[in-house]
């Protein structure tokens, strides 16, 4: 009997003392004591806060190096994550023509063929393809005006077999039509080789030409395309400027800003200067210049499909040059690029971009 009450007081005992070193150790970690009473925390290591894109997967390449003129000058900070993929969006993408004595495209050069500059800077070739293969978005403009009207027919004939021959799967094409109004028919970008023609042979007559408007229109329109795809806009026209809202210089501002590559295919209606627009014209060929494209005249409407099957392999064989501004321009500023080709051959490209935010 005593033993058992031994047993049980004893037992009192350890339980209230087991209370008392659980009470002592919450009240020293309770937030109303000073730090100095509180009972030290363990160090346990905290979970990893690194999210999936920075953190480094089994055999990934090593990040490309950083580019020392675009690089952080703050000596602290840390190396970049491998795994991590750079983008540099100050790439400027140049597409070049090369010519022969012949008007023929000079295939195969080497890059050690090419120099180009900014600004009368030479710059480092970082991307160069002989025959790029980016896909194209075209805006293939008819003009509908009355000036126009005569050789309408042998335009859409010809349009509809360049749109055959050009497009490939991945190529896009929009058909526009102008007078003293623009009108893009049917609304959109498509591969519809078929809807395409209908729509080049459904194009209403008109009366104005509005040549600049097309071009601003045209050059929004190829704007809101992707970037990894090249613009291009081929302009069928007489040339004769009438009832555009815009004006000269918003149109070529227009094709700049959004990298439009201009074919140009003037239409005369009568040979003799003295009878035609020759201002349209020239404004034309300036800003065709601009772009790196090309103006042709043909001198019957029958030359048309020479001109477009000339268009189409210029397009298959452009060279595609990249680099890096050294130094980059100011923010939203207008800069000059030449490119330099070996021996004597003829080249195009354009000849100005617009920098972009930093």
Request: glycine share 4%; hydrophobic share 35%.
């Amino acid at each position: 009997m005593w033993t058992r009450r031994f047993n049980v007081r004893q037992l009192a005992i350890l339980t209230t003392a087991a209370l008392f070193v659980a009470t002592s150790a919450a009240s020293q970690d309770s937030s109303d004591r000073p730090p100095w009473a509180r009972k030290p925390k363990s160090k346990t290591t905290a979970p990893s806060t690194t999210s999936p894109s920075t953190s480094t997967p089994e055999n990934t390449s090593p990040p490309e190096p950083v580019n020392k003129d675009n690089r952080d000058s703050n000596p602290t900070d840390e190396p970049p994550q491998q795994g991590r993929i750079r983008v540099n969006v100050n790439l400027v993408n140049v597409l070049v023509s090369v010519l022969d004595d012949n008007n023929r495209p000079a295939p195969d050069l080497p890059v050690e063929a090419f120099q180009i500059f900014e600004e009368g800077v030479q710059q480092k070739i970082e991307v160069f393809e002989s025959e790029t293969k980016l896909p194209l978005d075209i805006a293939l403009m008819i003009d509908a005006s009355l000036s126009a009207h005569k050789e309408i027919s042998f335009e859409q004939q010809a349009a509809a077999h360049f749109i055959a021959q050009v497009l490939r799967p991945e190529d896009r094409l929009s058909v526009f039509a102008f007078d003293e109004n623009v009108r893009q028919i049917p609304p959109g970008f498509s591969e519809n080789i078929k809807a395409l023609q209908n729509a080049v042979q459904k194009i209403p007559d008109g009366s104005g030409t509005s040549i600049y408007d097309a071009l601003v229109l045209g050059s929004k329109a190829l704007e809101h395309r992707k970037e990894d795809r090249r613009r291009v806009i081929i302009l069928v026209t007489d040339g004769g400027e009438t009832t555009s809202q815009w004006d000269f210089e918003a149109a070529r501002k227009a094709a700049v800003r959004a990298n439009t590559l201009l074919y140009s295919i003037i239409v005369r209606p009568v040979k003799n200067e003295s009878g035609r627009n020759t201002a349209g014209e020239h404004a034309i060929e300036t800003i065709t210049d601009t772009t790196g494209g090309a103006i042709f005249f043909p001198d019957t409407p029958q030359d048309l499909n020479i001109i477009f099957d000339r268009i189409d392999r210029e397009l298959r064989t452009q060279y595609r040059l990249g680099y890096y501004p050294n130094p980059p321009g100011p923010v939203n500023t207008y800069r000059s690029i030449q490119v330099k080709v070996l021996d004597n051959y003829k080249v195009r490209h354009r000849k100005t971009y617009l920098t972009g935010p930093k």
